[in-house]
Each structure stands twice: as C-alpha cells, then as structure tokens.
C-alpha cells in the first residue's frame, strides 16, 4: 500500500509542478494586497488558459506549498472576500480622526486588530496557510500610510495642545466624577456593615447611595462615550487621572 501511494506521489510530482508552473501566486497574492482587483482577476484568467482548466470548478491550480489544488472560483471568491473585508475595515477605521499623533496610533490599532482577528480566522481553512499573512500586509500599508511614530512624542504637551481644551475638560471631569463614585461606593459599604443606624435610618441611606452610585457610573458612561465620539480613542485615565491622584 505504501509503495503504491509513493509510485502514485511520484506521478502526479510533474503534474503539480506544471500547475504550479501556469500559475503566478505571488503576482496575484500583489493584486489582492494592493486591491488590484482588475489585474488578480486577470491572473486568474491566464492561469485557466494556461493550467489547462476544463471550468471554473475545475480543480486545476497549484498554489505553494500546498497538495490540494485550487479552482479558478475559489481565486475570485477570495478576491471578492478580501475586497470586502477591505471595505469593511476602511469603513470602521478609515473615518476614525487623525491629524494629531495620539489619534493616529488609535486608527493604526484598528487596522491592526482587525487584520489580526481576519488572519485568525483563516487558520483552520484548506489554504489558510498561504492567506494569513495577507490581511497583516494589509494593516501594515495602511499603518505605514498614517505615518505612525514620525512626529516626535512631545510628552511635555497640555492635555488642552493634545486634546482641545472641551475633550481635556471631559477627561479632567471623568476622573473627578470617577473618584466621587468611589468615595460613595466605599460609604455604601460601610454603612451596610454599621450598626449606629436604626433599621429605617439605615434602609434610607443605602437607598440615596445607591441611587447617587447609579446616576454617578450612567454620567460617567456618557462622558466616556463623548470623549471617544469627540477624539476618536477610549478615555485612558492614567493620562487624565495620574496627576490628579485618582491613579
């Protein structure tokens, strides 16, 4: 059995290698990075002329590296897929702010972090392989294009020259804000374990804290939500908070 399988490997040897011959994977892999999908289209129809393809589901390219070979379909699905995770991450990042360094690196994360998320789900697919890197390569051109890490990070900035004076007023108040929720949630707790109160006194104060606590965290909520809508980034309190003593 062994010897037949090895005598069947060693046919189909030149036949792969021909395949993979009429095929340029690396020119086409170019056309999907750049979003050239006139000329990865194009590729694919020479390579059908070229492989031999009896149809468009006919299992006739050879990709690197790889034993299975591919159908001309399966090619312009992918272009179609990645074409679309394109769109999708150019939506979702492409209209984030970035014309001060701090925004920049947010929109960079993004790209990244979706690429990332793309590139993990392809792992378990047939080619998935040969398509990892190429969401990655993605992200990396259009980190590239943001110019992320060429201004000098000038840490001695106000928080009002790196923000605006409305978004350094909302952190400064977020952390104020933060703190008083604490100061009351560590009373709630201690008025909880006190005995001093009368049972109806007691029922009333943990009452108004909690109140205050939840009107408190839902104010906070709000303003963290206008500091990303107004910066284009999550609120990061070590930033506006660590001067204040809340960090």
């Known amino acids: 059995m062994r010897r037949t399988r090895l005598i069947v490997l060693l046919m189909l040897l030149p036949i792969w290698a021909a395949a993979d011959a009429c095929f340029d994977f690396d020119a086409w892999k170019t056309a999907l990075i750049n979003g050239e999908t006139a000329q990865a289209e194009a590729i694919i129809a020479k390579a059908t002329t070229d492989c031999g393809c009896q149809s468009d589901v006919d299992k006739c390219i050879a990709l690197p590296g790889q034993t299975i070979l591919a159908t001309p379909t399966w090619l312009r699905e992918t272009i179609t897929r990645f ?113 001093q109160f009368n049972q109806a006194e007691k029922v009333r104060r943990e009452k108004e804290l909690i109140e205050s606590i939840k009107n408190l965290r839902d104010l906070i909520r709000d303003l963290r939500d206008k500091f990303q809508r107004l910066s284009g980034e999550s609120f990061d309190p070590f930033t506006f908070c660590a001067d204040q003593g809340g960090l």
């Open 83 to 195: 074409d679309r995770w394109r769109q999708e991450m150019s939506a979702n990042c492409g209209a984030l702010p970035e014309k001060k360094k701090l925004q920049r690196e947010t929109k960079a994360k993004c790209y990244q972090k979706r690429a990332q998320a793309f590139s993990e789900g392809l792992a378990g697919e047939t080619y998935g392989s040969l398509l990892r890197p190429i969401p990655i390569t993605i992200a990396e051109n259009y980190v590239e294009r943001l110019g992320v890490g060429d201004d000098p990070d000038d840490r001695s900035q106000s928080l009002e020259e790196r923000y605006g004076r409305e978004i350094a007023g909302i952190g400064r108040r977020i952390c104020k804000l933060t703190e008083e929720l604490h100061k009351q949630e560590i009373l709630l707790q201690q008025v909880r374990r006190r005995g």
